[in-house]
């Protein structure tokens, strides 16, 4: 009856060993706190002068080796900018960047970063240079990271052919606290608490202690943090009911640890050892009330009722290990190695997989609770080389590699506890396998070329090679569980490999404003996982592999400054023949759809001579479109394309010691049904704004307080993720925090 659990490590066998490593010898990663990814030291040294006003900072020049942000739309926020705005946004890293940058949707709000695309499409997600993104993807690479560990993070939107699968959208960066410098030590102490009920539980703090330092020749790095994450409570005060298709990590504990140590070897050479854990679990007493089912969809808000009974709740666990080496000149070339090695679990919260009789179920129509592991090793070689020969003209050229494996098994649970308890009490009766061991492989190699005509003029173009692989072995899929002659799947390995391409022409009339066309292409594999694990009677490995996403991006923009003020202004096109892959009716039939998406973004910000006053805001709009096989065009869903976006803020700072920010964001209706009927991603959507106050004040150097309070007007409503009902029902149907007050201290030893 179904699937035994196989446990395994990556790379359990020493001849995957052996082949892997002269491919690593050649190269690693490049290490990104050297790219377009890292803070001038002008902006590092303005920073430190006094608490900023926080508008949105639109770079228009990079120091980019790898990837130009000339031809880009750009958002990067600085350490001090982002601990300020998690105090107007419960912490979360997710709903900061909603807040801030334009063309991403919003946060769910929960522990998934699922339906939060950029322009439309999928972001890759990078930590000091390492993919969170998984090619069996669990929509958790913003949910991985101590969100106090950053130091800096920089959106670059838009499709690009230099970096791998994932980047169809864009890129979200983020760079963890930097070995080195003046011996500095620092304590953060936060508490958080709803404004509409003072419950013990309702109570969140957290506590964070990093240092870092030179000695001699060497830089370190160390950084410790706790967090308890409290119940959260709506405008009217009634707790929030768990999500129970993604989950979420409220009444969680959360620790993180890591650290870096770097050898300055000679005046070129920098070679960087950093690891990361992070582990947030959670224990509640809350469930999702399964009576909110019996009503229409989205007629009657998610329920949370108390008395759970699970022994093991939904659980984020990530590591990273990575190793990373830097020449400035290795034969006038500059040089950047990366290895890496990420170990990720995750568990979900359980689900009644239970359908109608009659209807296959891909999970064997179990209450179930799924959780997923993953173990990724990577690198990346990248290296600059100058052609002095062809004037202002570089080379970047290099290579990556990667291979991921995953698996992941279910427990199931007595029905008949689970349904008189009503959906509280969880009691295992058995383990197994949802989707069982996969292997990933994926290599590339890229070359781009750069070129400066004059001070005006300026191109780039450059093409990338994929060629990737998925393999398994024979397995019966738990759509079988039960039959008299279960069917087997034939095991196997198949292929996908990909040419993308790029150019892109910049004209910069003077210092203060440049034109730019571009073209990109962007990458993505499918979620081969997703197909396999749906897997019934006839299913072919081989022609269920579909052909990879290859995402056409078209994009005309300009970015200024005017004295005062500075704006942006960028309209874009992306198009693929091969979208996303779809399960009809919850079968093994896949549509792949043609997909593509227009849209306009638009950024304005305004700050006074004398840095007192500062306002501005950014308006985002796309269309989305999408023809599936046989079938005729029609828009695409919610969780694609969000609605009109409008942000807005006043920035107010009376002294070099005390800053004050007044933001508010709006989302736009849209109905995104046919022909009026609801189905997933597939409703009519309100609009909703939310409003956020934000003070901080310097105590003297070495002591600044801040406050925050999100949602300050109380009011009640619901996200676009919460409209959009992932699980299908009114559990999925969540109500948003209430007033929510959040007060942080720092203190520099």
């Known amino acids: 009856m179904g699937n035994k659990i196989k446990s395994h490590k990556l790379f359990t066998r020493k001849s995957e060993v052996k082949n892997i490593i002269p491919l690593l010898s050649l190269g690693g990663a490049i290490f990104l706190s050297n790219s377009a990814f890292a803070a001038s030291t002008s902006e590092t040294t303005d920073v430190e002068k006094k608490p900023e006003a926080l508008p949105t900072i639109i770079i228009t020049a990079s120091r980019a080796d790898e990837l130009s942000t000339s031809a880009k739309q750009v958002t990067k926020l600085d350490e001090k900018q982002i ?23 919003d946060s769910s709000r929960t ?13 890759l997600i990078l930590v000091d240079g390492v993919p969170m993104n998984l090619t069996r993807d669990t929509s958790r690479g913003l949910s991985a990271i101590d969100p106090e560990s950053i130091a800096n993070i920089e959106v670059i939107r838009g499709s690009n052919a230099i970096y791998g699968g994932g980047a169809s959208g864009g890129i979200i960066s983020i760079t963890t606290k930097a070995a080195g410098g003046e011996p500095t030590a620092k304590t953060v102490v936060g508490l958080q608490t709803p404004l509409t009920n003072f419950r013990s539980n309702a109570l969140s703090g957290d506590i964070h202690q990093y240092f870092t330092g030179s000695f001699n020749a060497f830089d370190y790095a160390l950084d410790f943090g706790y967090q308890r994450i409290g119940s959260p409570y709506d405008a009217s005060g009634d707790r929030v009911a768990p999500e129970p298709s993604q989950g979420d990590l409220y009444d969680a504990d959360a620790y993180s640890v890591g650290g870096k140590l770097g050898y300055h070897i000679d005046d070129n050479q920098y070679l960087q050892f950093a690891a990361n854990y992070y582990n947030a679990e959670q224990d509640s007493d809350y469930a999702s009330d399964t009576s909110v089912k019996n009503t229409p969809a989205g007629t009657v808000p998610a329920k ?13 666990e990530n590591q990273i290990y990575n190793l990373t080496y830097n020449h400035k000149d290795f034969f006038g070339n500059k040089v950047d190695a990366q290895i890496y090695y990420r170990d990720f679990f995750t568990r979900f919260s359980p689900f009644d997989a239970r359908v109608a009789p009659g209807k296959v179920s891909p999970r064997g129509g179990q209450v179930d609770q799924v959780y997923q592991e993953n173990n990724v090793l990577g690198s990346r070689l990248t290296v600059t080389t100058p052609l002095e020969f062809l004037g202002d003209t570089s080379l970047v050229w290099g290579g990556d590699f990667s291979r991921e494996k995953s698996e992941m098994p279910l427990d199931i649970f007595d029905p008949d506890i689970y349904d008189q308890s009503g959906g509280l009490e969880f009691v295992k009766i058995g383990k197994l396998i949802y989707l069982p061991e996969l292997t990933t492989q994926s290599l590339g190699g890229f070359v781009q070329l750069k070129h400066r005509f004059n001070d005006q003029w300026s191109a780039e173009a ?33 292929k996908a490999d990909a040419w993308l391409y790029n150019a892109n022409v910049t004209f910069s009339p003077n210092d203060q404003h440049s034109i730019y066309a ?55 096109h992306s198009t693929s023949d091969l979208g996303a892959v779809q399960p009809v009716s919850n079968s093994l039939d896949m549509t792949r759809t043609k997909e593509k998406v227009t849209g306009v973004e638009a950024t304005f910000d305004y700050l006074d001579d ?26 695409m869903t919610g969780f694609r394309i ?36 609801n189905s997933f991603g597939r409703y009519d959507v309100k609009s909703y704004t939310t ?59």
């Open 462 to 494: 450059g093409t990338r090679y994929e060629d990737s692989y998925a393999q398994i072995d024979s397995f019966v899929p738990l759509s079988q569980l039960g039959k008299p002659n279960p069917y087997t799947v034939e095991g196997g390995k198949v």
């Open 304 to 316: 949370a009722i108390k008395g759970l009974k699970l022994k093991d709740q939904t659980k984020n």
């Open 83 to 105: 601990e300020l705005l998690r105090n107007g946004s419960s912490g979360s890293i997710a709903t900061v960047l909603a807040k801030a940058v334009p063309g991403l949707s």
């Open 691 to 749: 409003a956020d106050l934000i003070s901080s004040f310097a105590l003297n150097k070495k002591d600044t307080v801040t406050i925050g309070l999100e949602n300050m007007f109380n009011r009640k409503y619901y996200p676009l993720y919460s409209q959009l009902l992932r699980s299908g029902n009114n559990t999925s149907h969540l109500v948003a925090n209430g007033a929510t007050l959040k007060v942080s201290y720092s203190h520099k030893w």
């Open 518 to 572: 571009s073209f990109n292409q962007g990458f993505q594999l499918p979620d081969v996982g997703v197909v396999i694990r749906n897997a019934s009677t006839g299913f072919n490995l081989g022609s269920s592999f579909l052909e990879p996403v290859k995402v056409d991006n078209y994009e005309l923009g300009w970015k200024g400054n005017f004295n005062n003020f500075s704006s942006s202004l960028a309209v874009f």
């Open 610 to 635: 004398s840095n007192v006053w500062g306002t501005g805001g950014s308006v985002t709009w796309m269309k989305g479109r999408e023809k599936p096989q046989n079938g005729t065009e029609q828009d």
């Open 642 to 677: 969000p609605p009109l976006k409008l942000t807005a803020y006043v920035s107010y700072s009376p002294t070099e010691t005390w800053t004050n920010r007044l933001q508010a964001t709006y989302f736009g209706s849209e109905d995104y049904r046919l022909n009026g009927v």
């Open 111 to 123: 522990i998934t970063d699922y339906g939060q695309t950029l322009r439309g499409r999928n972001a």
